[in-house]
């Protein structure tokens, strides 16, 4: 038993080292960073501000590379097939992470177990946007017009099983009203039937959504977030606005970077270090503001806590909202 032991003990300080070693020469060649989403979206925008920096900060290229479809799902797969060596990592996101798992029954990856988690780089809330045609200011008035039409309350959304379709059910539910989801391929055509009348309501992210309130079509009456954004700190929270439990389920939203399962600790770390630092640099801080975004990083490990925690959250906001896996 003790030899045994002894040979264990070994092979871990033999790996321990060559993983070391692996890490110091890392990187030498460029990196690939997959993005789920399509170019120009927020999504994409915030990994092509970061990339410049990241690939000054690493020595070699960082090359950002688009992999669309199936709810991001494409991307993430390809990220958790990849090898674990540093030179393909992948932009993940809430909806790829803690909503695919709940709407697709036969998901390619398991979120929690085929990633080594790196860290978020920013969160961020959306805004519940109702037609300015209605007399509805406050989310309570929203209620009550619900409640008195409960065969007109509509809401829209970037398509089924997104963050925004999963809000406007939450609401519904929380506040025990009825409304129709109205999907889209995409937000843009949505806030433009809301804005319209067509459509009743709607959540959007805090860029594209506070951009149309202030041209009148639509009106921002809350954010989804735990608590106010500075980018609206006039706008309250649901939970402020008298939603109870609201703060407590699809609250913040979060977009993070992830590598191959397996990947040394050493190369991990220093993905970390170096999108800490990124992130924090004036100019990439300035796009992020620009996108609505906060600057938000956790250590891999903290990282990797949170998403155990949040997994947990969205499995209760899937049910209440009704959602099946397809």
């Known amino acids: 038993m003790k030899r045994q032991l002894t040979t264990l003990v070994a092979a871990c300080v033999l790996a321990l080292s060559a993983a070391q070693a692996y890490a110091q020469s890392y990187p030498n060649r460029p990196v690939r960073w997959l993005i789920p989403y399509s170019a120009g979206g927020p999504a994409d925008l915030l990994a092509r501000a970061v990339a410049p920096k990241l690939s000054e900060q690493l020595g070699v290229p960082v090359i950002v590379e688009n992999r669309t479809g199936a709810g991001g799902s494409i991307a993430m797969e390809a990220v958790a097939k990849s090898a674990p060596d540093g030179y393909t990592i992948g932009l993940g996101l809430t909806g790829t992470h803690m909503i695919n798992p709940f709407l697709y029954a036969k998901l390619p990856y398991d979120p929690l177990k085929d990633f080594s988690p790196v860290t978020p780089l920013v969160s961020y809330t959306n805004v519940l946007l109702v037609t300015a045609d209605l007399p509805v200011k406050t989310v309570s008035d929203l209620v009550a017009y619900l409640k008195a039409n409960p065969n007109k309350g509509t809401f829209a959304s970037g398509g089924r099983g997104t963050s925004n379709h999963l809000q406007?059910?939450?609401?519904?539910?929380?506040?025990?009203?009825?409304?129709?989801?109205?999907?889209?391929?995409?937000?843009?055509?949505?806030?433009?039937?809301?804005?319209?009348?067509?459509?009743?309501?709607?959540?959007?992210?805090?860029?594209?959504?506070?951009?149309?309130?202030?041209?009148?079509?639509?009106?921002?009456?809350?954010?989804?977030?735990?608590?106010?954004?500075?980018?609206?700190?006039?706008?309250?929270?649901?939970?402020?606005?008298?939603?109870?439990?609201?703060?407590?389920?699809?609250?913040?939203?979060?977009?993070?970077?992830?590598?191959?399962?397996?990947?040394?600790?050493?190369?991990?770390?220093?993905?970390?270090?170096?999108?800490?630092?990124?992130?924090?640099?004036?100019?990439v801080a300035e796009r992020v503001r620009g996108l609505y975004y906060d600057t938000w990083t956790l250590a891999p490990d903290e990282f990797a806590a949170y998403l155990r925690t949040d997994f947990e959250k969205w499995r209760k906001v899937t049910a209440l909202a009704g959602l099946k896996p397809e």
């Open 168 to 283: 406007g059910e939450l609401l519904s539910s929380l506040t025990k009203t009825s409304m129709l989801h109205v999907p889209y391929k995409g937000n843009a055509q949505g806030i433009v039937d809301v804005g319209s009348g067509n459509v009743t309501c709607m959540f959007d992210i805090l860029a594209t959504g506070l951009a149309h309130a202030k041209l009148g079509k639509v009106r921002a009456i809350a954010v989804s977030g735990m608590k106010r954004s500075p980018y609206a700190p006039e706008i309250p929270t649901l939970a402020e606005s008298g939603v109870a439990g609201y703060d407590e389920a699809g609250a913040d939203l979060w977009i993070g970077v992830f590598a191959p399962p397996g990947t040394p600790k050493p190369i991990v770390d220093r993905l970390y270090r170096e999108l800490d630092k990124a992130m924090k640099t004036p100019e």
